[in-house]
């Protein structure tokens, strides 16, 4: 599948998530390094592709964001590298967003491959900033249920 086709599907996910929702790509011959490996700055474009999908998908512009003075940052980020990806691997990259209580939440993303091999798992810690203030919003999951049209695609169901 190429990334015009990219497909949204529902996969495992971690406790107290919404389910996962995915994208698919095609690792592109000018993402690889010297060993033919997908760059390592890669996963991170293809982790922020899917949450950008993700938002899009519950109803959540980033034209509105900006209107309304807030836009997702993230604080911490972890890559675990399973296995190598190379030009022409098919992947799927998931997104669960997992709420705690707070200023910030975590954002639990797989890179898989169409055979279920593992790729690599990338964890964040993220928050939504105030654009005027630049300062965290003490409750996202209030601001994201707000500018969502399906808020259960982020795991925001009525309290």
Same mark, same amino acid.
């Given at each position: 599948?190429?990334? @015009?086709?990219?497909?949204?599907?529902?996969?495992?996910?971690?406790?107290?998530?919404?389910?996962?929702?995915?994208?698919?790509?095609?690792?592109?011959?000018?993402?690889?390094?010297?060993?033919?490996?997908?760059?390592? !700055?890669?996963?991170?474009?293809?982790?922020?592709? @899917? &949450?950008? !999908?993700?938002?899009?998908?519950?109803?959540?512009?980033?034209?509105?964001?900006?209107?309304? &003075?807030?836009?997702?940052?993230?604080?911490?980020?972890?890559?675990?590298?399973?296995?190598?990806?190379?030009?022409?691997?098919?992947?799927?990259? !998931?997104?669960?967003?997992?709420?705690?209580?707070?200023?910030?939440?975590?954002?639990?993303?797989?890179?898989? &491959?169409?055979?279920?091999?593992?790729?690599?798992?990338?964890?964040?810690?993220?928050?939504?900033?105030?654009?005027?203030?630049?300062?965290?919003?003490?409750?996202?999951?209030? @601001?994201?249920?707000?500018?969502?049209?399906?808020?259960?695609?982020?795991?925001?169901?009525?309290?």
């Amino acid at each position: 599948m190429t990334d @015009a086709a990219a497909a949204e599907t529902a996969g495992a996910t971690p406790e107290g998530a919404a389910e996962a929702f995915s994208v698919a790509l095609t690792v592109r011959g000018y993402e690889t390094d010297t060993q033919g490996h997908l760059n390592q !700055s890669v996963y991170l474009q293809y982790a922020e592709h @899917a &949450r950008w !999908s993700l938002l899009q998908a519950s109803g959540i512009r980033q034209s509105t964001m900006v209107d309304r &003075r807030v836009g997702p940052v993230t604080v911490e980020t972890t890559i675990r590298y399973r296995r190598e990806l190379r030009a022409g691997d098919e992947v799927e990259v !998931s997104c669960a967003f997992v709420w705690g209580e707070g200023k910030t939440f975590r954002i639990e993303q797989t890179v898989r &491959r169409t055979d279920g091999t593992v790729a690599a798992e990338v964890s964040a810690v993220c928050g939504l900033l105030d654009l005027t203030e630049r300062k965290l919003l003490k409750d996202p999951r209030a @601001a994201f249920r707000e500018l969502a049209e399906d808020p259960s695609l982020l795991g925001l169901t009525e309290d």
